[in-house]
């Protein structure tokens, strides 16, 4: 579950139902050192990430609330070559899933999506000058939505993909994906307007302290999502007022 408890006199339940999440990375590094300098650097992380995510929220009242919880953590252990020497390294990749929720009144809302995304994220340093990549491509499929509301709705869930590359077990680059899909729906008389998305977020950040060598870049947040559906329903009962 990802929340179940109250909060600000509301009862919160916004479980995990479903979540099925396979990732595939692949981390390029590369650096080129001057005499006290560092003259190039690279970090490129491509990963290819399916998300299966249902997002479900049970509110007893009106509430504005979100949270984050961490699903697992993996690490790779390499090395990069510097010269003659080496540099010991690891890959770490957590998985985060969070939600946010904002409702006027009891609400109900569920909606799943299938998800795929192959996302291209990274950053290079040349002589003082910074570059970025930021490449993806994403597919989604929906099943729902479900909704019992009494006034306007809105919600948004997502799994992180946070890696980290560790240097001398010191923080290095690091990347963020991720998928999500977020809704919204709208009550007025008899019609209950909806709308749902899904998208993926992603960011990157290259702080490289290698030896004497330190230079350090963010790039991003971006955020890309596209329309998954959209639709009305006819309510049995009006909410609202002024409603003939």
Not at 30 to 44: I, K, P, S, T, Y
Not at 123 to 150: C, H, I, M, V
Request: aromatic content about 12%.
């Amino acid at each position: 579950s990802l929340y179940s408890g109250n909060h600000g006199g509301a009862n919160v339940d916004i479980p995990l139902s479903e979540g099925v999440i396979m990732i595939n990375p692949k981390l390029t590094m590369g650096a080129q050192f001057g005499w006290f300098c560092l003259d190039r650097a690279e970090a490129v992380l491509d990963l290819r990430m399916e998300a299966d995510l249902e997002l479900l929220a049970q509110l007893s009242d009106s509430v504005s609330f979100s949270n984050e919880t961490t699903l697992s953590t993996y690490t790779y252990p390499f090395v990069i070559p510097a010269g003659f020497a080496t540099i010991p390294a690891v890959l770490e990749i957590s998985l985060e899933a969070g939600f946010r929720t904002e409702a006027e009144a009891r609400a109900t809302a569920r909606v799943g999506v299938e998800s795929e995304a192959h996302v291209r994220v990274g950053g290079s340093y040349n002589r003082g000058n910074w570059t970025y990549t930021n490449q993806k491509s994403f597919q989604a499929e929906r099943t729902g939505p479900e909704f019992d509301l009494q006034g306007d709705w809105s919600g948004k869930v997502w799994v992180r993909a946070k890696a980290r590359v560790m240097l001398f077990r010191v923080a290095g680059p690091t990347f963020n994906v991720d998928p999500f899909v977020r809704g919204e729906a709208q009550a007025e008389c008899y019609d209950l307007d909806w709308s749902f998305y899904a998208g993926v977020d992603t960011g990157v950040g290259l702080d490289l302290d290698v030896y004497c060598y330190e230079v350090s870049k963010n790039f991003g947040p971006w955020t890309w999502e596209t329309p998954i559906g959209e639709g009305t329903i006819t309510l049995d009962e009006p909410l609202g007022t002024d409603c003939d």
